[in-house]
């Protein structure tokens, strides 16, 4: 069973994506991935400050229809992601960069899935350090 982020880091998450996995034929994966998977995120070209194709440790935690954390099983293909930055080191970046309307992709490597930022929550209250613990 899936342990929620808040539990874990002990806030709230930093913001929210409408997200759209890709089909195989687009480049995606030939399951849904199960809750808990650590998709990287890179914004979309043309990427701030340069950053072309960097990939960035801001984890997703997907929501069910009713907007409720998936606890077990496989994600939906499309819908809504709470959004986590895993690196204290980037926050002060992402605090500039990531807005409402702001596109990217979720990656393991490749892109995996579209997705825009619909919602910030506590992108800038949230801690800028916190152990994996």
């Not at 880091?9 to 997200?19: A, G, L, P, R, T």
């Not at 939906?76 to 926050?91: D, H, N, T, V, Y």
């Amino acid at each position: 069973m899936h342990k929620h982020y808040s539990e874990i880091f002990n806030h709230n998450c930093d913001f929210k994506v409408k997200y759209c996995l890709f089909d195989v034929e687009e480049g995606g994966r030939y399951a849904l991935p199960n809750q808990g998977i650590r998709f990287d995120f890179s914004y979309d070209d043309p990427e701030p400050e340069g950053n072309l194709g960097h990939l960035y440790m801001i984890w997703p935690e997907f929501e069910d229809e009713n907007g409720e954390i998936i606890n077990d099983g496989q994600v939906l293909k499309e819908g809504i992601a709470r959004m986590w930055i895993i690196s204290p080191e980037f926050r002060e970046f992402h605090r500039k960069h990531i807005k409402i309307g702001t596109k990217g992709h979720l990656r393991e490597g490749k892109k995996i899935a579209s997705c825009e930022v619909i919602e910030i929550i506590d992108l800038f209250i949230n801690p800028t350090s916190k152990s994996l613990n």
